[in-house]
């Protein structure tokens, strides 16, 4: 079954997935935040729709590990979902991701506008195959 990995943020929550052996991480979509409602829903579609088994989230700690009020927010969305889907949730240290996500994106040949439409989603990709690599 795939994974799907979440960049949660309070304006865009980026979205990764990986291939059906768990090998690959491709970066998704990028979803724009409205509603929590509407954010939960076009979630559960996708998970449905892809067929995932596991779901990845970053935990953005500070860069000396302790928590953060972002930090805060993300396990708070994390046990939402949790208490929306029947699927194992693994919290991950998202730390320079998307810096590095960026550093991705440069490589690329993107123009900042196009970076800044896909970093989200690039650092979901990262986070993805940091956990992938545990896996």
């Not at 799907?4 to 979509?29: E, H, M, N, W």
């Not at 302790?66 to 730390?95: C, G, K, M, W, Y």
Request: proline residues 3%; aromatic residues 6%; without cysteine.
């Amino acid at each position: 079954m795939k994974v799907l990995s979440i960049d949660f943020g309070t304006k865009r929550v980026g979205l990764a997935i990986s291939d059906p052996d768990q090998i690959f991480a491709f970066p998704y979509k990028v979803m724009e935040r409205t509603t929590r409602d509407a954010m939960f829903s076009e979630l559960l579609e996708i998970i449905e729709n892809e067929k995932v088994g596991d779901i990845v989230i970053g935990l953005p700690l500070s860069l000396d590990g302790e928590d953060t009020l972002t930090t805060r927010q993300v396990r708070n969305f994390a046990a939402s979902l949790e208490r929306r889907v029947d699927l194992p949730i693994h919290l991950v240290d998202e730390r320079l991701s998307s810096i590095a996500a960026e550093d991705e994106l440069k490589e690329a040949g993107l123009w900042d506008r196009k970076r800044k439409k896909n970093l989200d989603s690039q650092a979901a990709k990262i986070i993805l195959e940091t956990w992938l690599a545990r896996a």
